[in-house]
């Protein structure tokens, strides 16, 4: 078929995958934050930016190393969401949705553009740590151990958050409350408080993906921009508000967009944007979203 | 458990001068009602009286209130939703408002236990068997008699002593109105405290203690149960 070496083939496959973890991330947190506050964050990329550069100043600055900043950047860009959505997009709350997506669409310039003024626009290298330094065959390819790390803790976090949602009483509470707030807060339950965390669990979320690609990819004040517009494309592609549907889209169009790559690499900067546009044909809501 | 006295001089729910809106529609005009504890009382009234809108400015689900709700003399009208909830109060929706993404049993689990004194999940499934039965399946596959009798007893479970029940007989089978029926009358017998909203006066007749007519905004009759039958402006009212 088209020629191509089996091996090349299943290199790009897993490439692909790889940038799939980054989408699948970053959708999985557009989609909580989408279904609980109506808000789409078009700020989601500079909170992964945000991340990326929270890890890079932790090392250069305080020399804290990757798996503290694996930790600790997620907590603080989490605290900069809470406060965001405290004081920025809960006076929005009453109005057109449009007011708060020009809201974050606004901010993302807003923190973009401070980063580009101190670091200017280049790309910054961040050390992949030593304990994942290296490559391993796997038999068609030496991938490096990076790549596999990042395969590995993309998809646990991604896991994680889902069984968090799906199967825990805390979950039930978002789910509840993303079908109808008002009625979940009649019933006992702090809506105002639960927006707040869940906001803060999009960015931190967004922040943990910011510091796995920083190795990966360089710590630049774009690289959240560059992502987030495919980043929409599979919220819609897995239907709005379905979190397995952002997941499973995330990887998938991550495995096609590698698979292009091969067969025809002109298309493979657009076709996610055309498989969003042949589901929005076949299937309005998406592939795991519910008919309104 | 003991039934508590019918009449007692402490309300354990009391509204006056309620005035409610949503948006620029001002639907309250000076609700005016007391509940003592034990007691149950029915709101008459055609559709759009606001006898719902009531219930919903009590647990705080309008958009603008003015006036007094005290429950358990604790003053609730400048309290957010989730507040009022804890004094003490359960909701149960015209609609329902069972979950689509939830199971019966997480339904069931949602509300937080407000105080000490709910129905375990064993006592709510012993009145309500049919919700064991079917705890695992999503929310909203249950039956419509099975959904409202989930929305009541969901308030059951979170140790809410005074219940605002709306509409509860409404686009159900008779088999189910008596069953549910019989739940209000076992939760009379257990002392709780019951605002009802009633579109059906002969659901309502022999389970309240008193009857409050809705019109336009307000209460415009207070009866006995004696004083409901065939009472003819009652039914004018009601548009019987």
Known sequence: MFDIPLQVLLGQITIGLVNGCFYAMLSLGLAIIFGLLNVINFAHGALYMLGAFGGYLLLQVFGVDYWWSLVIAPIGVGLIGAAIERLFLRRLAGVDHLYSLLFTFGLAIFLEGIFRDIYGAAGRPYPVPAALRGVVDIGFMRLPVYRIWIVVASLAMCGGIWLLIEKTKLGSYLRAGTENPRLVQALGINVPVMITMTYALGAALAAFAGVLAAPLYQVQPAMGSNLLIVTFAVVVIGGLGSLSGAILSGLTLGVLEGLSKVIYPEVSSTVVFIAMAAILLIRPAGLMGREA | ?240
């Open chain 2, 1 to 240: 458990m003991t039934t508590m006295p019918l009449e007692t001089h402490v309300p354990a729910l009391s509204v006056h001068n309620l005035h409610a809106w949503y948006g620029e529609s001002h639907i309250l005009h000076g609700m005016n009602l007391s509940l003592g504890e034990g007691e149950i009382v029915a709101l008459l009234g055609r559709n759009g009286s606001g006898r719902t809108t009531t219930l919903r400015a009590i647990v705080g689900l309008v958009d603008r209130r003015a006036g007094s709700i005290t429950v358990n003399q604790r003053e609730a009208i400048g309290m957010k939703p989730h507040l009022v909830a804890r004094l003490g109060i359960g909701y149960c929706p015209e609609e329902r408002g069972i979950f689509s993404s939830l199971s019966c049993e997480e339904n069931l689990m949602l509300p937080p236990k407000q105080r000490d004194g709910g129905m375990s999940l064993e006592q709510i499934y012993e009145l309500l068997p049919n919700l064991a039965e079917r705890r695992r399946a999503q929310g909203t596959r249950l039956s419509g008699g099975e959904q409202q009798m989930l929305a009541i007893a969901r308030i059951l479970r979170s140790g809410a002593r005074i219940l605002l029940l709306d509409e509860i007989s409404e686009g159900l089978a008779p088999v189910i109105v008596d069953r549910l029926f019989d739940t209000v009358i076992r939760l009379k017998g257990l002392g709780y405290t019951v605002l009802l909203v009633e579109q059906n006066k002969y659901f309502a007749q022999p389970l309240a203690d008193r009857f409050l007519v809705v019109e336009r905004g307000e209460v415009v009759m207070q009866l006995s149960r004696d004083e409901l039958d065939g009472n003819a402006a009652v039914d004018r009212v009601l548009g019987i």
